[in-house]
């Protein structure tokens, strides 16, 4: 949309774009979401998890993460 704050110019953002990059190089080395989100309290894992693959803070020029979330274990019927 257009006129809609992106990144850290959002009042609510959390991040800056200093920490996704950050994010982003940690996990392309292997670095799971949820380890991170150990540093950046504030900050719910999955948060962490879409700024370091890119579904969020798109126009970063750092690549992002391949990572995927793992599948829900389906609930086996008794």
């Keep these: 949309m257009a006129g809609q704050l992106t ?3 959002h009042g609510r953002s959390k991040l800056t774009e200093r920490d996704v990059i950050k994010i982003r190089r ?3 080395r292997g670095a799971s979401h949820v380890d991170l989100a150990e540093d ?3 900050v719910d ?11 969020t803070w798109v ?3 750092e690549p992002p993460s391949p990572a995927r979330l793992p599948r829900a274990i389906p609930k086996h019927k008794r």
Excluded at 45 to 55: D, N, S
Aim: hydrophobic share 25%; glycine share 18%.
């Design 7 to 9: 990144g850290e110019r």
């Design 26 to 28: 940690s996990m392309n």
């Design 40 to 42: 950046y309290p504030q």
């Design 59 to 61: 126009y970063l020029g």
């Design 45 to 55: 894992p999955v948060t962490i998890f879409r700024a370091g693959t890119g579904r």
